[in-house]
């Protein structure tokens, strides 16, 4: 007897730019999936969205029956919606810089206990997250080595064109660069939520200029001694890795539930 297929997954995105675009046309040509709504600050941008699938007002999401909200935009809509969205359907916000907010990031959680939904952090490019999550780690440090051109200093008080040579421009717990870097350090509170925390977990930015790649190192020391190493590198689009969009579409596939995947974020 053949199983009946399971019904697609509905999903709401909140952003339509670099990420949020691909991830639209992805969604439509997956089987696996249906596109609940599409919400952007901007109206122009999603001009090319069909207007049933435009969404204007976030307070209007739970009409469109979402199963899964992926946030691609900015933290500020975790912060504004992020309860309001967790009330009927699982929330997955890529800008994970969000949840370095302890009483923000226990009020999520409150509220999807108490109405069955799932507060997913996504892995993006953090890699070995299993193992980091499993371990019992003593000390861990995450580094970004990054062209200036490649970050965003808007919110950090931060002059790039004063950068004239290789210049570390944080040195400190995974908290405090979170607020000053939202858009480039995603993958730092992933790792310090998935490890020793926001203040025990260190975090170093180096801005290098001329470096077209992108470079990540994370070092996991653990109580008895041993040490887990990651290490990668790679090109760069705007403020992410390359391989950003297929790391994130992962995690969306992942947080639905759909088929072969495996059974973390």
Wanted: contains cysteine; hydrophobic residues 40%; charged residues 25%.
């Amino acid at each position: 007897m053949t199983r009946p297929a399971a019904a697609p997954r509905r999903v709401g995105l909140i952003g339509f730019g670099f990420i949020g675009r691909q991830v639209f046309e992805r969604l439509r040509s997956d089987p696996h999936f249906a596109v609940a709504f599409v919400h952007n600050r901007s109206t122009p941008a999603v001009a090319e969205v069909p207007s049933g699938l435009r969404l204007d007002d976030l307070a209007d999401a739970a009409s469109r029956t979402p199963d899964l909200v992926v946030e691609m935009a900015h933290p500020e809509y975790t912060r504004r919606w992020g309860e309001s969205l967790l009330r009927h359907s699982d929330y997955l916000p890529l800008s994970v810089t969000a949840l370095a907010d302890d009483e923000l990031r226990e009020r999520l959680l409150a509220t999807a206990r108490g109405h069955g939904t799932r507060l997913l952090v996504p892995h993006g490019a953090l890699m070995g997250t299993d193992n980091l999550a499993e371990g019992r780690w003593k000390r861990v440090s995450i580094t970004f080595w990054k062209n200036p051109a490649h970050i965003d200093f808007s919110e950090s008080g931060l002059d790039p064109s004063m950068i004239r040579g290789e210049t570390v421009v944080y040195d400190g717990p995974v908290r405090g660069i979170a607020d000053l870097f939202p858009r480039n350090v995603n993958t730092m509170v992933t790792c310090a939520l998935a490890t020793t925390g926001l203040d025990a977990c260190h975090a170093r930015l180096v801005a290098v200029p001329g470096y077209e790649r992108g470079r990540i190192l994370v070092e996991a020391i653990g109580a008895g001694g041993a040490l887990l190493r990651l290490e990668k590198e790679q090109p760069m689009a705007g403020v992410s890795g390359t391989e950003m969009f297929e790391s994130q579409w992962r995690s969306i596939r992942r947080a639905a539930g759909v088929p072969d995947s495996p059974d973390f974020i």
